[in-house]
């Protein structure tokens, strides 16, 4: 990766943070095996087909037999119109015709458009047929009527159901790395969602190169926990599957999955939901998606490899990640992944001298092929890259942070969650994290509930509100303090295992009016 600079703003600094600028912004320089991400798999099945590529419920299927299905779904997909360039919708429950459905389409050249049909709501489908511009739709028999109309619906377990033969040892259409491997539909301003083309360079990138590919080894089981629709579902099942490990997809329980797993890939509140006690086989846990506490980190660090990690689905899963220690002076989210940069810039988009706080902006292979039907909002956050040069782009995470001295970014929290409260500014993580040292609270989460108040929410039911105040009230300025800390047994999540703060903020305003009428 050229390490040419070209912005003018670099010039404002001292040599030192000239230097250190490009030491600590650009990962590794690293060669990527396979340029395709489904083919990664198709090595692992061609060396090893009698090996257990996914169990659930009790039933498995082999690689050799998973590549075979695959096949004839790809095939079936291509006798329907599919072709490379192409979005075909996987709206589907956990299952093996899940993990069928998306390894087809990939080999038919197309980008995989996953949904939970069970709980995402049909308008949202609808919505997100309309933007992919899906026209086929892989789902399984009994939600043909969760499925909207207008697009060709394939039931991946019926299709699988017929005996195979000979004709589906193979199927094989030319892809371009740069061609989409899946889309991910995220939270959007306007309250649709919006739709993110990851190509197969980006996912290779992260999944083929150390640390992202979590040293899974053939045979290690890893975990299939999360939501198909969200990004780090993908880290879990593909990662899985180009390097040869058993997929154990869930049922009802996430801890008795993670027990058997030799790799937990999950967001901090799903993780602080299992005991690690309970999870002598565990090696190696990856979080990502939203603040860890210090604490979580620290208590599976002592059984097993852990990272914490950061990136917006736009920069493909994760772009930094530290294997932290428990004895590490502070918990970061480590450095640029192979092939990546990171920059800490200020409001005018030059770059912050070490220790200064800045917004994050991330560039090289992780940087997505960006919004669908979205020209605005590509505007605003994939701009050319100054730093690389060469027509690159980089991304503007809005997530805030800045460099250590030895070279690791700390993440001070999201450029939205600083929220000004009685004309002062507050980073609401800074604190959630004071609260989340308190003795006992396992997570915590803060949130502005009008210009003069805040509001947190702690768990589990037996942490003490009072004792929280009073830590926040000694670590914090005083505008910092809650007007009230609330502690639940557990707090609620979002269908994708991340805190649901708007139910959060419903619930703070139902007490608010009940103390209002009490009084």
């Not at 590529?53 to 997909?77: K, M, P, W």
């Not at 739709?137 to 939600?143: D, E, M, V, W, Y």
């Not at 299992?274 to 980190?297: I, N, S, T, Y």
């Not at 210009?451 to 009072?466: A, E, I, Q």
Request: charged content about 20%; proline content about 7%; overall charge negative.
């Amino acid at each position: 990766m050229s390490q040419q600079l070209l912005d003018p703003g670099l010039d404002e600094l001292s040599e030192l943070d000239r230097y250190l600028f490009r030491q600590f912004g650009w990962g590794p320089s690293v060669a990527v095996p396979h340029e395709c991400i489904h083919h990664a798999f198709e090595r692992q099945a061609a060396l090893r087909p009698d090996a257990i590529a996914v169990e659930h419920l009790g039933s498995t299927i082999t690689y050799g037999e998973l590549d075979r299905q695959a096949n004839r779904l790809a095939a079936h997909l291509a006798g329907h119109g599919v072709v490379p360039g192409d979005n075909v919708g996987l709206f589907v429950r956990r299952s093996i015709p899940m993990v069928v459905g998306l390894l087809s389409a990939l080999k038919a050249g197309a980008a995989y458009v996953p949904q939970d049909v069970h709980v995402a709501p049909l308008t949202q489908l609808r919505h997100i047929v309309d933007t992919a511009s899906i026209r086929v739709i892989l789902t399984t028999s009994g939600f043909e009527d969760r499925v909207p109309d207008g697009a060709v619906r394939i039931a991946v377990d019926e299709v699988m159901s017929a005996p195979l033969d000979g004709r589906h040892d193979t199927f094989r259409v030319p892809v371009a790395p740069d061609s989409g491997c899946y889309v991910l539909f995220t939270s959007g301003t306007t309250g649709r969602p919006n739709g993110v083309v990851v190509t197969h360079r980006n996912v290779c990138n992260i999944l083929l190169t150390e640390p992202g590919d979590l040293g899974i080894r053939p045979g290690w089981r890893v975990g299939q926990i999360l939501n198909i629709a969200f990004d780090m579902a993908a880290w879990e099942i593909l990662g899985c599957l180009a390097h040869g490990g058993t997929l154990q997809v869930r049922g009802r329980s996430i801890a008795e999955t993670v027990w058997r797993s030799d790799v937990v890939i999950a967001t901090p509140t799903v993780l602080s939901g299992v005991d690690p006690e309970r999870c002598q086989r565990v090696k190696v846990v990856a979080v990502a998606g939203e603040p860890c506490p210090r604490a979580l980190a620290d208590r599976w660090t002592r059984l097993c490899t852990f990272y914490n990690s950061c990136g917006p689905t736009e920069t493909t899963i994760v772009n930094t990640m530290q294997r932290h220690h428990p004895d590490a002076l502070r918990l970061t989210i480590g450095r640029p992944t192979p092939n990546n940069t990171v920059y800490v810039l200020d409001e005018h988009r030059r770059p912050c001298p070490v220790g200064e706080t800045g917004e994050m902006w991330a560039g090289g292979d992780c940087v997505s092929a960006g919004y669908l039907r979205n020209d605005e909002l590509n505007a605003q956050r994939y701009v050319p890259d100054p730093f690389l040069g060469g027509g690159r782009l980089m991304f503007r995470t809005r997530d805030l942070g800045r460099w250590t001295p030895d070279g690791e970014l700390e993440h001070l929290g999201r450029t939205d969650d600083q929220v000004k409260v009685r004309g002062f500014r507050v980073e609401l993580d800074s604190v959630s994290a004071v609260l989340e040292a308190v003795p006992g609270c396992r997570r915590a989460v803060t949130l502005k509930l009008d210009d003069r108040n805040l509001v947190s929410f702690v768990s589990p039911l037996g942490v003490d509100p009072t004792v929280a105040l009073e830590a926040v009230a000694a670590a914090l300025p005083y505008y910092c303090t809650p007007s009230a800390v609330h502690a639940l047994a557990v707090l609620p999540q979002t269908s994708r295992g991340k805190i649901d703060k708007a139910a959060l903020l419903r619930l703070a305003a139902e007490r608010v009016a009940l103390d209002e009428v009490a009084s």
